[in-house]
């Protein structure tokens, strides 16, 4: 974070929350933030105040969906 720059690995749920605030105050601050991010989740979504790399996995959001 000292060079203004941070890639993000979260975890989905209460963490992701937390995280996305202390996230989203760091680019207010002029950081580049980059978050890699599974393609299906929760809570986990694309903002305007960061960069989301997204990854494949292996079922739907419907099946998460229906599991929760």
């Known amino acids: 974070a000292a060079a203004g720059k941070l ?3 979260p975890v989905d749920g209460s963490h992701w929350l937390s995280m996305r ?3 989203d105050m760091l680019q207010q601050k ?3 933030v980059v978050v890699v991010a599974p393609e299906v989740s929760l ?3 694309p ?3 960061f960069v989301m790399k997204m990854y494949p996995v292996p079922f739907t959001q419907e ?3 229906k599991v929760f």
């Open 7 to 9: 890639l993000v690995v």
């Open 21 to 23: 605030e202390l996230l």
């Open 30 to 32: 002029g950081h580049e």
């Open 43 to 45: 809570h986990i979504k």
């Open 47 to 49: 903002s305007k105040n």
């Open 63 to 65: 099946e998460l969906d």
